[in-house]
């Protein structure tokens, strides 16, 4: 018989809380650190106290008390991410500004990281295109073989 969905979300939201208990113990991570201090191999730990109040708020309770302190843990995270600079200052400003303007400098803002993410695409595209013909030309120049012609005498037929 399978598992429920709440089932699931609940076994989710309890190997997350041993996760996030792990990183706290092993302290993978300082208040005092930056985004260029986290090691590449401890990158993929961040977002496991986000994803933790993703599922928490999932599970349908009558108690809010849980629900409370999955959005407070989501405002930690949120504010730990400000602190390691992984926001960038464009999206801090214009959050930090609010009103009417808000919508407009978000819309901007998605424009503008859809951009750059185009850019880096077409980049990387670029970059593997150049390396396919790096080796193509490679293994071209190395089945390619000199080879010795030896030039016959063949007589014109012009000479009538």
């Known amino acids: 018989m399978g598992e429920s969905h709440i089932d699931v979300v609940k076994k989710g ?11 706290r113990k092993l302290a ?7 985004k260029e ?13 986000y994803y933790l109040a993703e599922l ?10 849980p629900i409370v302190k999955a ?17 960038p200052n464009e999206e801090l400003e214009a959050s930090s500004r609010g009103g009417s ?13 859809f951009k750059r993410q185009k850019a880096a695409e077409a980049k990387l595209l670029e970059i593997k295109e150049r390396k396919e013909r790096r080796e193509r030309s490679t293994k071209a120049s190395a089945l390619s073989t000199p080879v010795e012609s030896e030039e016959e005498d063949i007589p014109d037929d012009d000479s009538e």
């Not at 201090?37 to 496991?48: A, H, P």
């Not at 928490?56 to 009558?62: A, F, S």
């Not at 303007?101 to 990281?113: N, P, Q, S």
């Open 28 to 34: 993978l991570f300082s208040s005092n650190e930056t």
């Open 71 to 87: 959005s407070y843990a989501k405002l930690k995270f949120f504010s730990f991410c400000e602190a390691m600079e992984l926001v």
């Open 101 to 113: 303007g808000a919508l407009a400098d978000r819309r901007a803002l998605k424009i503008a990281r």
């Open 13 to 23: 939201c309890e190997m997350f809380q041993k996760c996030e208990d792990m990183i």
């Open 37 to 49: 201090d986290i090691s590449t191999n401890n990158l993929k730990y961040l977002l496991v106290p």
């Open 56 to 65: 928490t708020e999932k599970i349908i309770q009558d108690d809010r008390i």
